[in-house]
């Protein structure tokens, strides 16, 4: 089983609905992220969480929103989604200490029509 | 605000030839730097990273990097590219204890027979 599981995989929605991305992970790490990738534009950081009570807003986070229901579990809600928001989503994880890597997830499409 | 720039947009390379992937990083103190790789349908996965010491750093899959700090760079090299290398690579600088992590926009890899 994959450590960083997302789900769904794919979604294809229309403009105003909420749509919520989900991501859990296994190998037991404080912190987690989630990024929304577009071609050219690399991956730019949404959210991310240090801990369970610890909730931080990256460079993008206008039109999202996350909870961080467990160590386990953080998710991605576009309140009311809109065709600019159609990208690939990455959650990650990292262990805590200086400079640990990022573990990420396979990704979700999301195409917002 | 420290910056990753991956000049190379796209690079085509025939199977068995050498590869260079250049990334520079514009930041003042010692940075953190990491390679990660993407390939299609899945999320990231590191190749190797660089924090100290030794310049020249190996990773995973035959890939190494060497860190030059008058050039501010931390270009990715692997002596004789597989078909299976095709995939996309970024580069990434963490800061510090935060774990903020600036990704490069990518380099897409096309490996020819």
């Known amino acids: 089983d994959a450590d960083v599981t997302q789900t769904p995989r794919n979604r294809i929605t229309k403009t105003g609905k909420r749509i919520m991305l989900e991501c859990s992970q296994t190998?037991?790490?404080?912190?987690m992220y989630w990024y929304r990738q577009d071609p050219g534009l690399g991956l730019r950081l949404i959210y991310y969480s240090f801990d369970v009570k610890d909730i931080n807003k990256g460079e993008i986070s206008d039109g999202y929103s996350v909870s961080r229901q467990a160590q386990a579990k953080f998710s991605l809600s576009l309140e009311s989604a809109i065709p600019n928001q159609t990208a690939l989503y990455f959650c990650a994880t990292s262990d805590t200490g200086v400079n640990q890597p990022q573990h990420f997830g396979d990704g979700t499409r999301l195409s917002i029509l | 605000a420290q910056s990753v720039t991956q000049p190379d947009i796209h690079i085509t390379v025939s199977e068995g030839a050498s590869l260079e992937l250049r990334c520079n990083y514009s930041?003042?103190?010692?940075?953190?730097l990491f390679w990660y790789v993407q390939s299609p349908g899945q999320g990231l996965q590191l190749l190797l990273k660089?924090?100290?010491?030794?310049?020249l750093v190996q990773g995973i899959k035959g890939f190494e990097a060497e860190f030059k700090r008058s050039q501010s760079s931390f270009n990715l090299r692997k002596p004789s590219v597989h078909w299976s290398d095709a995939a996309e690579y970024f580069c990434a600088h963490h800061s510090g204890g935060y774990q903020k992590v600036t990704f490069g926009t990518g380099t897409k890899l096309q490996v020819i027979p």
């Open positions: 660089y924090f100290s010491g030794d310049t």
């Open positions: 190998k037991g790490h404080d912190r």
């Open positions: 930041y003042g103190a010692t940075p953190y």
